[in-house]
């Protein structure tokens, strides 16, 4: 029986972690569940698959939570200290899909631990992808990638030498507002952003689909996990969402991944590597499908795409101040203080404010450095985003 943990489960790539776990029960022994504010699926998902312990992120739902697994012999647990605690016990295969920086530090512990950590949260390779790389590799611990278009990649480069690879271009579904005209981008609504042609997903990494923040999160993750220079990586829009990456090499051959938009692959791949086990997911049927298309990103429609490529040029700990101002910016946009195209708007700000204060870029990535950065660049976007509401 393998040992695994999964951080984030009440989520989307969570739900569809345990959605593949519980169709072979006997292969696993869930040691630790986390979620945040959906008490009753956390309670209900540790019950059913046996979970030594339930964590919710939040100090104040730990009565809830308590209540809702009395009787049973699953552990409650709350607040980040509770996290990280679950992180520390030994598992041979841990997710993590935590939403935003706050995946960072449960990552970094089960990656100490040596375990094999199936990696959804990218805010920790935007924030701190060397700190990541090289705790994986001091602890002899395996990363391994889950966004779709890195699984793809991974799965692409399967006995490829490195060195052989001239680009990797990752596609872009181009998110809700791909047709819409550029100017009525500043009026898109909250419920018009949360809603992706192809993909179900969380709704913030979904608003991030329409912003193409997304993408450009996903640019900076192709940097620090493969190690390619920024100019090797292409963003490539694609409205199907079938081919999730491709690599070209030396040699002029490109190798592509097709396969339909559903994350239970590259959380199978990634649960079963470095075999392939049958999954669940829908069998391409191409001749239906009749027809791919593929057009160049527009930078003006998508800005995130440049600052993500100005933060890869900037290095050390910019990826940190842009994912802190880009889920600030978001948490503006759902609060309704700025508008759509505002969020790019303020990261962009941020990104200058802080990268003019001398030390913060330049300061050695440890995790009270990513911190300390995070929680500034969070309250420089902050300003910026009331100065813009008029308060
Ligand atoms: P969801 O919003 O669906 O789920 C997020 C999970 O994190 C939930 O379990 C939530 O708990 C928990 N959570 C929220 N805030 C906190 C916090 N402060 N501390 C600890 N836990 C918290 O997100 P997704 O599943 O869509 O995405 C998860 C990660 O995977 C993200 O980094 C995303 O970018 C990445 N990803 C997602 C893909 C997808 O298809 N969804 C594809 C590729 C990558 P609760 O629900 O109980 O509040």
């Known amino acids: 029986m393998r040992r695994v943990s999964i951080f984030g489960a009440t989520g989307s790539i969570g739900q569809n972690t345990i959605d593949l776990i519980s169709r072979a029960p006997d292969d696993y022994d869930v040691v630790a569940l986390t979620g945040a504010g959906n008490i009753a699926q956390l309670a209900a998902d540790a019950r059913r698959l046996g979970a030594d312990i339930a964590i919710t992120a939040h100090d104040h739902l730990l009565e809830e939570l308590r209540t809702a697994l009395s009787g049973s012999d699953v552990e409650a647990a709350a607040g980040t200290a509770a996290l990280t605690e679950a992180a520390s016990r030994p598992a041979d295969w841990v997710m993590s899909a935590i939403v935003g920086a706050a995946g960072l530090a449960p990552g970094l512990t089960a990656l100490e631990q040596g375990a094999t950590l199936a990696l959804a949260n990218k805010e920790s390779l935007v924030c701190a992808g060397h700190l ?17 278009e890195h699984s793809a990649v991974f799965q692409a480069l399967a006995g490829e030498d490195i060195n052989a690879v001239e680009r990797v271009i990752i596609t872009a579904s181009g998110g809700a507002f791909r047709d819409w005209d550029i100017d009525d981008l500043a009026h898109a609504t909250l419920d018009e952003a949360s809603s992706h042609p192809n993909w179900d997903m969380g709704q913030r990494i979904t608003i991030d689909s329409a912003s193409m923040f997304n993408k450009a999160m996903e640019l900076i993750e192709t940097r620090e996990y493969f190690g390619v220079f920024p100019d090797q990586i292409e963003v490539l829009v694609h409205p199907e969402s ?21 994350m239970r692959h590259a959380i199978g791949y990634a649960l079963h590597w470095p075999e392939r086990r049958a999954l669940p997911v829908e069998r391409l049927d191409l001749a239906a499908i009749g027809q791919l298309s593929f057009r160049a990103p527009c930078n003006t429609r998508w800005p995130a795409l440049r600052l993500a490529r100005e933060v890869m040029q900037t290095g050390g700990l910019a990826g940190a101040v842009f994912n802190a101002a880009k889920e600030t910016a978001l948490d503006g946009f759902i609060a309704g203080k700025i508008g759509f195209t505002g969020m790019a708007e303020v990261v962009e700000e941020v990104l200058n404010l802080v990268d003019a204060q001398p030390g ?24 910026v985003i009331n100065k813009r509401a008029g308060q």
């Not at 913060?360 to 300003?383: F, K, Q, Y």
């Open 132 to 148: 990541m790389l090289e705790t994986a590799r001091r602890h002899e611990a395996r990363l391994l990638p889950v966004d779709s």
């Open 242 to 262: 079938l081919i999730h990456a491709m690599v070209g090499f030396k040699d002029g051959a490109l190798m592509a991944h097709v396969g339909p938009p559903d």
């Open 360 to 383: 913060h870029i330049d300061a050695t990535m440890t995790l009270d450095n990513v911190a300390a950065t995070d929680h500034l660049a969070r309250r420089e976007a902050w300003s």
